[in-house]
């Protein structure tokens, strides 16, 4: 069967944030044992596998993400992956319906490449800032949400972004903060810089030291910079050694997040259970 490597939330090679793809043609997921295996080898942040679904139902595709080390709730880098190469291969136009652990969700592709994806908005609720995260990040933390179930992250606001681009955590220690991850954030220093906010994401917990660009964090931040900068539709800019862009607007309990990939690797997987 085929996979092919997508870099997510990006307009060229080597930027954004790198997903596998597995397209199935059977009506059902392998072995989980199966898909861990190839998440594992494949060794990026997530690897998507999707099924066709029959027509007539909620769902165009069956839609699943795992990292090297376990099956997550919600991945949004990898839906657009998936979504993009459905798209640029011609096995789907338009709007494509994903059922998955969060529900269904659906994305739309314009004439542009971009691709917009419909997500639950993830729920904020303020907390105390953990003593492990504070040790572990060693910085100045303005405030704590905690993201819900779906997401599963820890939101913390630093006081500006040059504090966020500097952070050299203590990956050790992150990981045991019991969340699936860590999202620091700030305003963006330059408003003319084409962004409005800036983010990090960190993710030892499941084997993800730093992931460049998350999709599903968004919907946690879309929320949290609405409510501070006045507007809905926002930029976002995440990211460490790879960044990349994430357009968002917050539509009350769903948010849209916009991007574009580009496919860096398409090859031939022998090892099909």
């Known amino acids: 069967m085929r996979i092919r490597i997508v870099d997510a939330f990006s307009e060229r090679p080597f930027a954004g944030n790198p997903a596998g793809v597995v397209l199935l043609d059977s009506g059902t997921f392998p072995d989980d044992a199966w898909l861990q295996q190839v998440a594992t080898e494949?060794?990026?942040?997530e690897t998507a596998f999707a099924h066709p679904l029959p027509e007539g139902g909620d769902a165009d595709w069956a839609l699943r993400w795992l990292?090297?080390?376990?099956?997550v709730n919600m991945c949004g880098h990898a839906t657009l992956a998936t979504a993009h190469v459905l798209?640029?291969?011609g096995t789907a136009t338009g709007t494509v319906r994903f059922s998955t652990r969060s529900g269904v969700l659906t994305t739309t592709a314009d004439d542009r490449g971009s691709i917009t994806?419909?997500?639950?908005?993830?729920?904020?609720?303020?907390?105390?800032?953990?003593?492990?995260?504070?040790?572990?990040?060693?910085?100045?933390i303005l405030s704590a949400?905690?993201?819900?179930p779906s997401v599963g992250d820890l939101?913390?606001?630093l006081a500006d972004e040059r504090s966020v681009r500097s952070l050299s955590p203590d990956f050790r220690a992150l990981a045991g903060h019991g969340g699936r991850g860590v999202i620091a954030t700030a305003r963006a220093e330059n408003p003319d810089g084409g962004y409005d906010f800036a983010s990090r994401g960190f993710f030892p917990s499941l084997g993800i030291?730093?992931?460049?660009?998350?999709?599903?964090?968004?919907?946690a931040l879309a929320p949290f910079w609405s409510a501070r900068l006045g507007r809905t539709a926002l930029v976002g800019f995440q990211g460490g050694a790879r960044t990349g862009f994430v357009r968002t607007e917050l539509l009350g309990?769903?948010?849209?997040?916009?991007?574009t990939a580009v496919t860096v690797i398409d090859g031939e997987l022998l090892a099909t259970g």
Do not use: C, I, Y
Not at 145 to 148: E, F, L, S, Y
């Open 155 to 157: 939101l913390v606001e």
């Open 209 to 219: 030291e730093e992931d460049p660009v998350t999709g599903s964090a968004h919907t």
């Open 253 to 259: 309990d769903r948010t849209l997040l916009t991007g």
């Open 87 to 89: 798209h640029s291969t």
């Open 67 to 71: 990292t090297p080390a376990a099956e």
């Open 42 to 45: 494949v060794n990026l942040s």
């Open 117 to 140: 994806m419909d997500f639950p908005t993830a729920p904020l609720t303020p907390v105390e800032v953990p003593r492990v995260v504070a040790e572990a990040l060693d910085a100045d």
């Open 145 to 148: 949400h905690d993201t819900g």
